[in-house]
């Protein structure tokens, strides 16, 4: 059976970036019939670090060599990962890029995979499909106009590198709040924000459900 596991950097377990992440996992189990195990696993309900530099995963002869050997919250989360056929990645953008969740997470997934043998050759044995999710409080133009693709291609160049070519989705102009009244939020209107997210995140919602459909074609 094929296991598909999307990943959600958000802080927040059930808002934008969750709802996406469930309706690519929906995608994925009606593509195959349920025939495939599903999971969403939220970053902000465990307790884990960045990379911590202790190179245990580049230790000639070493009991980690190619694996992270730090023991915490994300240990059995990486060990899911290294048999996934898909992972999805999801993330709000805070301060034009993800969130510090995520970063700390692809520190520890990316970083024991890379090899210092000349070259740099990666140890990656299981080329699994990927997709990035990324929501946001900014229109599109503002994402392009801010630098926000730049940033984000960073992540993506390491996920195409040692993986697949992640296939894309933004959702963007989203709300944060559900009541804007009840927030010191002058530089946006609530009433505005509510049409948008009306209108336009039943569609973001559509999208990720086809790239659900897709992902493992």
Do not use: W
């Given at each position: 059976?094929?296991?598909?596991?999307?990943?959600?950097?958000?802080?927040?377990?059930?808002?934008?970036?969750?709802?996406?992440?469930d309706?690519?996992?929906e995608?994925?189990?009606?593509?195959?019939?349920?025939?495939?195990?599903?999971?969403?696993?939220?970053l902000?309900?465990?307790?884990?670090?960045?990379?911590?530099s202790?190179?245990?995963?580049?230790?000639?002869?070493?009991?980690?060599y190619?694996?992270?050997?730090?023991?915490?919250?994300?240990?059995?989360?990486l060990?899911?990962i290294?048999?996934a056929?898909a992972v999805?990645?999801?993330?709000?953008?805070?301060?034009?890029?993800?969130t510090?969740?995520l970063h700390a997470?692809?520190?520890?997934?990316?970083?024991?995979?890379?090899?210092?043998?000349k070259?740099?050759?990666?140890?990656?044995?299981?080329?699994?499909?990927t997709?990035?999710v990324?929501t946001?409080?900014v229109?599109?133009?503002?994402?392009?106009?801010r630098?926000?693709r730049?940033?984000?291609?960073?992540f993506?160049r390491?996920?195409?590198?040692y993986?697949s070519?992640?296939g894309?989705?933004?959702?963007?102009?989203?709300?944060?709040?559900?009541?804007?009244?009840?927030?010191?939020?002058?530089?946006?209107?609530?009433?505005?924000?509510?049409?948008?997210?009306?209108?336009f995140?039943?569609?973001?919602?559509?999208?990720?459900?086809r790239l659900?459909?897709?992902l493992?074609?």
């Open positions: 059976m094929k296991k598909v596991y999307a990943i959600n950097g958000s802080p927040r377990r059930n808002r934008n970036t969750a709802t996406l992440l309706k690519v996992l995608g994925c189990r009606d593509a195959f019939q349920g025939m495939v195990e599903t999971e969403r696993i939220n902000g309900d465990l307790h884990y670090t960045g990379c911590k202790c190179f245990a995963c580049k230790l000639k002869d070493g009991p980690s190619g694996t992270c050997a730090l023991r915490d919250d994300i240990r059995p989360v060990e899911k290294r048999t056929d999805v990645f999801g993330s709000p953008i805070y301060y034009n890029t993800i510090s969740l997470f692809y520190e520890r997934l990316f970083f024991p995979y890379l090899t210092y043998k070259g740099f050759p990666t140890l990656v044995t299981n080329r699994m499909k997709a990035c990324y946001m409080n229109t599109e133009q503002d994402m392009l106009e630098g926000y730049d940033n984000l291609r960073s993506e390491y996920l195409e590198l993986f070519k992640p894309l989705l933004y959702a963007f102009n989203t709300c944060q709040f559900g009541d804007y009244s009840k927030y010191v939020c002058g530089a946006f209107s609530g009433e505005e924000k509510l049409a948008y997210r009306t209108e995140f039943p569609k973001d919602c559509e999208a990720a459900y659900g459909l897709n493992l074609k």
